[in-house]
């Protein structure tokens, strides 16, 4: 049953490639599908590459371990925020914008709108250096996955998923990675709603209102809004990290630049916030179960210790029926399936747009969607490389990964898109401490995981305050850049070509 369904999801993904095969004839094509992507596949697009399997294996059963139902802050924070909010302030705007620009990428937008190259080059370095590896551990976390359930070596795991990778999005580019998401989403949505159904039905909970009950037997503080303990503080962070951290990520914000026009988004505004309800809540609500299957932490196999990354896969290979865990197993891998691509995609992206398009414009322009081929297979052999490897370093940089990106771009890109006086001089100040703030924080704590989430959601909001102080206080743009941007020029044309025909009817 297992090796069918696998084989069934591994065909429809190059299904979906090869299908999308002939429509990539421009590098718009290839990386945004033509900006022609309809509200179901724009949502699907985004919350499949929100929620990587990170938010079962690990998160899950850690925070729901941690701070019981509380958890369940995250799941509201993500909701509203992450998806509800994020379509509503940053979507439409994004899209007319970045149209009215030219810009493609997060590098672009901010070369564009700041008029500087030397911020289009920095923030492709970023997405470099701390993306590529963050895909490295994805390709690290599927083959673990592949080894432990059909017992494949761990090379030949590697091996398979960045083969599977590279021809389903080398082929189709973002039009094959958005239908597959469909699918890869609706895996996700049924896996969830089953784990929910044997969880909630298992003897251990007996229903909600009981595993509620037996909950606060155990502990009341696992029912409390603030956990046990009444650890806020990191709880905050955490919310403040997984929600707030999409607004600034680059292969996030993608999913705006592709959609199809304005009536899309409202429709994909809904569906991306429903699936965003059904994924978080399924996952941290069932991590607040495991108190009940649990009386310690369970020990790794590899390490001998306890550790909470074991909570939800034993707690699905018990309570589960053979078909239940299988589901399960393709919603890890759709999860993981769907964020490796889209950090692929953004990844390559950075050089062969961000980079090449800047120094060689002749060859961006001749042979783009060869280039863009030819580096995302680069990205993804080198992704192998570092997880055939698997050198310490990978897992400090995959740890402030999110926080660091998403610190770097959050406040130069919304205030480029909605306050006409942000100068170049405060969005990189910006950019620069949002860095800086990660980076080095993350190194004096020694990359403590327990201090990570509060060092990511402070470098985002510092930025958020550095940006306005600077720019009031430094030249701004020229007012026709910045008018080009807002498109000031264009309803200056509009009023004054209905007010001469006007005057002619009169």
Same mark, same amino acid.
């Given at each position: 049953?297992?090796?069918?369904?696998?084989?069934?999801?591994?065909?429809?993904?190059?299904?979906?490639?090869?299908?999308?095969?002939?429509?990539?004839?421009?590098?718009?094509?290839?990386?945004?599908?033509?900006?022609?992507?309809?509200?179901?596949?724009?949502?699907?697009?985004?919350?499949?590459?929100?929620?990587?399997?990170?938010?079962?294996?690990? &998160?899950?059963?850690?925070?729901?371990?941690?701070?019981?139902?509380?958890?369940?802050?995250? *799941?509201?924070?993500?909701?509203?925020?992450?998806?509800?909010?994020?379509?509503? *302030?940053?979507?439409?705007?994004?899209? =007319?914008?970045?149209?009215?620009?030219?810009?493609?990428?997060?590098?672009?937008?901010?070369?564009?709108?700041?008029?500087?190259?030397?911020?289009?080059?920095?923030?492709?370095? $970023?997405?470099?250096?701390? =993306?590529?590896?963050?895909?490295?551990?994805?390709?690290?976390?599927?083959? &673990?996955?592949?080894?432990?359930?059909?017992?494949?070596?761990?090379?030949?795991?590697?091996?398979?998923?960045?083969?599977?990778?590279?021809?389903? %999005?080398?082929?189709?580019?973002?039009?094959?990675?958005?239908?597959?998401?469909?699918?890869?989403?609706?895996?996700?949505?049924?896996?969830?709603?089953?784990?929910?159904?044997?969880?909630?039905?298992?003897?251990?909970?007996?229903?909600?209102?009981?595993?509620?009950?037996?909950?606060?037997?155990?502990?009341?503080?696992?029912?409390?809004?603030?956990?046990?303990?009444?650890?806020?503080?990191?709880?905050?962070?955490?919310?403040? =990290?997984? /929600?707030?951290?999409?607004?600034?990520?680059?292969?996030? @914000?993608?999913?705006? &630049?592709?959609?199809?026009?304005?009536?899309?988004?409202?429709?994909?505004?809904?569906?991306?916030?429903?699936?965003?309800?059904?994924?978080?809540?399924?996952?941290?609500?069932?991590?607040?179960?495991?108190?009940?299957?649990?009386?310690?932490?369970? !020990?790794?196999?590899?390490?001998?210790?306890?550790?909470?990354?074991?909570?939800?896969?034993?707690?699905?290979? #018990?309570?589960?029926?053979?078909?239940?865990?299988?589901?399960?197993?393709?919603?890890?891998?759709?999860?993981?399936?769907?964020?490796?691509?889209?950090?692929?995609?953004? #990844?390559?992206?950075?050089?062969?747009?961000? %980079? !090449?398009?800047?120094?060689?414009?002749?060859?961006?322009?001749?042979?783009?969607?060869?280039?863009?081929?030819?580096?995302?297979?680069?990205?993804?052999?080198?992704?192998?490389?570092?997880?055939?490897?698997?050198?310490? $370093?990978?897992?400090?940089?995959?740890?402030?990964?999110?926080?660091?990106?998403?610190?770097?771009?959050?406040?130069?890109?919304?205030?480029?898109?909605?306050?006409?006086?942000?100068?170049?001089?405060?969005?990189?100040?910006?950019? @620069?401490?949002?860095?800086?703030?990660?980076?080095?924080?993350?190194?004096?704590?020694?990359?403590?995981?327990? !201090?990570?989430?509060?060092?990511?959601?402070?470098?985002?909001?510092?930025?958020?305050?550095?940006?306005?102080?600077? /720019?009031?206080?430094?030249?701004?743009?020229?007012?026709?850049?910045?008018?080009?941007?807002?498109?000031?020029?264009?309803?200056?044309?509009?009023?004054?070509?209905?007010?001469?025909?006007?005057?002619?009817?009169?």
């Amino acid at each position: 049953m297992k090796i069918l369904l696998l084989c069934l999801f591994v065909g429809v993904l190059l299904y979906s490639g090869y299908c999308s095969m002939g429509r990539n004839r421009t590098v718009g094509d290839f990386f945004l599908g033509g900006r022609n992507m309809g509200p179901w596949l724009s949502a699907f697009a985004y919350g499949t590459t929100y929620f990587s399997a990170v938010i079962f294996i690990g &998160y899950a059963g850690k925070v729901g371990w941690g701070y019981g139902m509380a958890a369940l802050w995250i *799941v509201v924070g993500n909701t509203l925020v992450g998806s509800l909010l994020a379509w509503l *302030v940053l979507a439409r705007r994004t899209r =007319l914008m970045t149209a009215r620009l030219g810009a493609m990428t997060m590098p672009e937008f901010l070369e564009a709108r700041y008029q500087s190259r030397a911020m289009k080059i920095y923030g492709a370095l $970023i997405i470099f250096i701390f =993306l590529v590896p963050y895909s490295a551990s994805v390709f690290m976390g599927l083959s &673990y996955l592949f080894n432990q359930i059909f017992g494949l070596p761990y090379l030949y795991a590697a091996l398979l998923m960045c083969l599977l990778t590279a021809l389903y %999005l080398v082929m189709g580019g973002y039009r094959a990675v958005a239908l597959t998401d469909v699918i890869q989403g609706t895996v996700m949505l049924a896996g969830v709603g089953m784990l929910l159904y044997y969880v909630l039905g298992a003897p251990q909970v007996g229903g909600i209102v009981q595993g509620l009950e037996r909950l606060a037997a155990i502990n009341p503080g696992l029912v409390s809004p603030a956990g046990p303990g009444g650890q806020w503080l990191p709880l905050a962070a955490l919310v403040v =990290l997984t /929600s707030l951290g999409p607004w600034g990520l680059p292969q996030m @914000i993608q999913k705006f &630049y592709a959609i199809r026009d304005e009536r899309a988004i409202p429709p994909a505004m809904v569906v991306s916030t429903i699936f965003a309800l059904v994924i978080t809540f399924g996952a941290y609500f069932t991590g607040s179960l495991t108190h009940l299957f649990f009386d310690k932490l369970p !020990v790794d196999p590899a390490t001998g210790k306890p550790t909470p990354d074991m909570l939800m896969p034993i707690l699905i290979h #018990s309570t589960l029926p053979e078909l239940g865990a299988t589901l399960i197993l393709l919603l890890v891998l759709s999860a993981s399936m769907s964020t490796l691509s889209s950090l692929v995609l953004v #990844s390559s992206s950075a050089i062969s747009i961000d %980079l !090449v398009q800047s120094l060689k414009p002749g060859w961006a322009r001749k042979h783009g969607v060869l280039i863009m081929r030819l580096l995302c297979c680069l990205f993804i052999a080198l992704s192998l490389i570092i997880a055939l490897v698997k050198p310490a $370093i990978i897992l400090s940089l995959m740890a402030i990964s999110w926080g660091t990106v998403a610190g770097a771009f959050l406040a130069p890109y919304i205030y480029g898109l909605f306050w006409r006086g942000t100068t170049p001089a405060g969005a990189w100040a910006g950019t @620069i401490s949002g860095l800086g703030c990660s980076v080095i924080l993350s190194l004096y704590y020694r990359l403590d995981a327990a !201090v990570i989430p509060l060092v990511g959601s402070l470098s985002m909001l510092i930025p958020l305050l550095v940006v306005p102080v600077i /720019s009031l206080v430094t030249r701004p743009l020229p007012v026709e850049v910045v008018e080009r941007a807002f498109g000031r020029d264009e309803a200056v044309k509009r009023q004054t070509l209905l007010k001469c025909k006007e005057v002619e009817s009169s």
